[in-house]
């Protein structure tokens, strides 16, 4: 039976379910191991002047204090370019980046010490928000531009030209198993072994390398599986891996570290909050002439992965929308917050909310609905993006017909706009959106993966490939790839770990690649084994399996083949503004309805209808999961989640006690997920297409629902046309968007005429 396409349960379900599972932090100790704590800068901007660890030294247990003089080779580090520092020197730009560590025979004796530990600090001035650096001119580099058509002759031929201005936060990761990492010293040649919990394992063993002055070949770095990582864990292990690296060479002992969620909340930054400046031109029937948009992103305190982010972001301001005149200006400012990273999306929801915004004001402007002036803007088969790459296999019309068709749009608008005649303090909305998203890393090199596939004599069979296991059910899809190319059952083969002894020079698990990299790596190399066993099955073309290994291991042939991949992506010139940065694109569709309370601005989904493009999916149970968690997380993004700083950049919502993430009774109460039928992809293995990101780029369904369940409270009041709405749109931005009578109360206070207690950045 062929196991492609077919809802075989995730393999680490059960085990997961249960309790079984093992995580970074579940491997048993080891003998001698020692627990490492960071000490934190609790200073955004300062000078170090002094650091006194001699009282943390005393405690019982203690075995050592690390920092910058105990690094044997280099103390930069970086995603890309090295602007870190693992253990801060002379300066930190940040709170909650890392001083110094405390090793000790115990996690709760090193936390005791190294809260011990004293630092004086001498001040300097600090930037936390997007429009302080603004106005201090406050960037990292150039900015990212794409430039097509005329956009002035656009704007003269326009009927109307407006302008206008969104912002939307940032998000936690929240991911359940915190960063965690063992590094075990292996006693000669200086080899280091590594257990993290990180979505790029090779990483983590060139960056420990560079930072213990070895070779590569002297490390090893391994990851089990993930508890979820969403982005987070693509670069900023660098925090941890590499002080847990440094500590275990100084101490000769392995060392484990896990951080609580407190501390892994302040330390490992989330995505980028952004602030979108738009000018729009377009005619009386509401279609687009011309667009300039100008992204500002909130960085952080280095660049880690900042410029692919606002890359993507840049590709992806025109949503689906084809514009023929349009100017995108992205910069990424430079503030002093823990700096901002990967998150699912890498910048496309930014981008996509961005086109959304000006999208709905736009409708807003001529008195009709935004639904109607997407269907006029949509990308056609055949035409050119901003950055001039073709939209090819577009299936973007299907995904909205259909899901207008499923959901039962025009109806149930009928029945919204008769219940909110009838009710005064509650109000009903109803939005349908759709999103086009490029799948490939924007990078070209990063496009490759490697596959180990090896058989033994007993005919089972054992997968090691360079994508990691993050709960994503990535390590089930490459078993189901395995099986249809040997014509195995599942059973028969299994996958252990990653490990870079296995599989080197791997890319991270990241930007929805994953299964189209790996898939055919594992394809590649399960047709070279294949080929190796024909003249065995043709010599016995009635024996089994078995048979046929058993005489090629007899024979000498060997049963151990590498696999390799690189996908034919053009890549992108930021120099002239245009290429083709990505393999396809991924198209789905998605109408929410909502009911808010206009009163305490709370709401409820009532209802989330989703068609959603995948192609020839490898195993829709996954696949619908994907898009239904990644749904729910991006609606998190867009309503409830919301990061909130203290005026000394010290952040506030650090847990769940004050950082809100969707719970079960966020869920849409009706959810109906559906796959597009016959849509097999060219490009990618089996004829599936990614599904990990895009599905978050449907959430924005819901956050226009929201909008106009407002504008019809607003109504109520006399209140007509657009109206700003940040994101997330939480029960507070909802309450008082809703004008009447009691908001009036409380009119917003002038900047200048109060200090505020928080900063949003």
């Not at 899809?477 to 195995?488: E, F, H, T, Y």
Request: aromatic share 8%; charged share 25%; with cysteine.
């Amino acid at each position: 039976m062929d196991a492609v396409g077919r809802p075989i349960v995730h393999l680490s379900a059960m085990k997961q379910a249960t309790g079984e599972a093992l995580y970074a932090d579940d491997m048993p100790k080891y003998e001698g191991e020692l627990y490492l704590c960071l000490v934190l800068s609790t200073k955004a901007h300062a000078r170090i002047k002094s650091v006194d660890a001699s009282q943390a030294l005393k405690v019982s247990g203690v075995r050592a204090y690390v920092d910058h003089r105990d690094v044997p080779g280099t103390n930069r580090v970086g995603a890309i370019i090295y602007d870190e520092e693992i253990f801060a020197s002379e300066q930190v730009v940040c709170q909650g980046q890392v001083i110094g560590g405390v090793v000790a025979d115990t996690q709760a004796n090193a936390q005791k010490a190294a809260k011990l530990v004293r630092i004086d600090y001498e001040e300097l001035a600090a930037i936390f928000t997007i429009e302080e650096a603004i106005e201090a001119e406050s960037y990292y580099d150039k900015p990212l531009t794409v430039d097509t058509g005329d956009i002035e002759a656009g704007f003269i031929q326009s009927d109307h030209v407006i302008e206008g201005e969104w912002r939307m936060g940032g998000q936690e990761h929240f991911y359940l198993e915190t960063q965690a990492c063992i590094a075990i010293p292996k006693g000669e040649d200086d080899e280091m072994e590594i257990i993290s919990s990180s979505q790029a394992p090779s990483k983590v063993q060139m960056m420990a390398a560079k930072v213990l002055g070895v070779p590569a070949n002297r490390i090893v770095s391994k990851v089990k599986r993930m508890g979820g990582a969403f982005g987070g864990k693509e670069t900023r292990f660098i925090i941890i891996t590499n002080a847990c690296a440094v500590a275990a060479y100084k101490v000769k002992k392995p060392v484990r570290i896990m951080l609580d969620r407190d501390e892994d909340m302040l330390m490992t930054g989330g995505r980028h909050p952004f602030l979108s400046k738009y000018k729009v031109g377009f005619t009386k029937e509401g279609k687009i002439l011309a667009v300039q948009v100008i992204l500002y992103q909130n960085a952080g305190c280095s660049r880690d992965l900042s410029f692919p982010i606002l890359e993507r972001a840049v590709c992806h301001s025109d949503n689906c929308y084809k514009i023929a005149n349009m100017r995108v200006v992205g910069h990424a400012c430079r503030t002093n917050l823990p700096s901002n990273t990967a998150f699912r999306g890498f910048g496309g929801p930014q981008g996509v909310m961005a086109a959304e915004i000006y999208m709905s004001h736009v409708a807003d402007t001529l008195g009709i609905t935004t639904e109607e002036v997407r269907e006029k803007n949509f990308y056609q088969e055949g035409d050119l993006t901003h950055y001039k790459m073709p939209v090819e296999n577009c299936t973007l019309q299907r995904c909205w017909q259909e899901c207008s068709f499923r959901s039962q749009r025009e109806l149930r608008q009928k029945t919204v706009t008769d219940f909110n005649r009838q009710s005064r303090w509650k109000k009903r909305g109803m939005s349908m959106t759709a999103v086009k998203f490029g799948i490939a890393f924007i990078n070209k090199f990063m496009n490759q993966a490697g596959a180990l596939v090896l058989i033994y004599s007993d005919g089972s069979v054992l997968i090691s490939h360079a994508g990691t296991e993050m709960g994503q059910g990535l390590h089930t899809k490459m078993i189901q790839v395995a099986s249809r190319a040997l014509n195995l059952p599942p059973e028969r083969i299994h996958i252990s770990e990653t490990s870079t002894d296995k599989v080197p020079n791997s890319q991270p698990s990241a930007a929805s690649m994953s299964s189209d990299l790996n898939g055919m790596a594992v394809l590649d190399a399960c047709q070279t084994l294949i080929e190796r066993l024909r003249p065995f099955k043709e010599r016995n073309p009635k024996g089994t399996w078995e048979d046929w290994v058993l005489s090629a291991y007899f024979e000498k042939v060997s049963l151990a083949a590498s696999g390799f991949h690189a996908s034919p992506v053009k890549g992108f010139d930021w120099e002239k503004g245009e290429g083709e940065p990505f393999m396809y694109f991924s198209y789905g569709a998605a109408c929410s309805e909502v009911e808010i309370d206009c009163l305490t601005g709370d709401h409820t989904v009532l209802r989330t209808d989703i068609v959603k493009d995948v192609g020839s999916s490898l195993n829709p149970a996954i696949d619908i999961g994907q898009i239904e968690g990644g749904f729910v997380q991006g609606y998190g993004l867009l309503t409830l989640e919301e990061l909130r700083y203290s005026p000394t950049g010290a952040l506030y919502t650090r847990g769940p006690g004050m950082y809100k993430i969707p719970g079960f009774t966020d869920i849409p109460v009706e959810f109906n997920v559906c796959l597009l039928t016959d849509s097999p992809n060219p490009k990618a293995v089996y004829s599936s297409k990614a599904v990990g990101e895009p599905p978050l780029m449907l959430a924005p369904s819901v956050f226009f629902a929201i909008k106009n369940a407002i504008a019809a409270a607003r109504a109520e009041v006399g209140l007509k046309g657009t109206f700003r709405l940040d994101s997330p749109a939480t029960s507070e931005r909802i309450r008082m968007a809703c004008t009447d009578q009691f908001t009036q109360k409380f009119p917003a206070a002038l900047p200048g005429t109060f200090k505020p207690w928080e900063v949003r950045p």
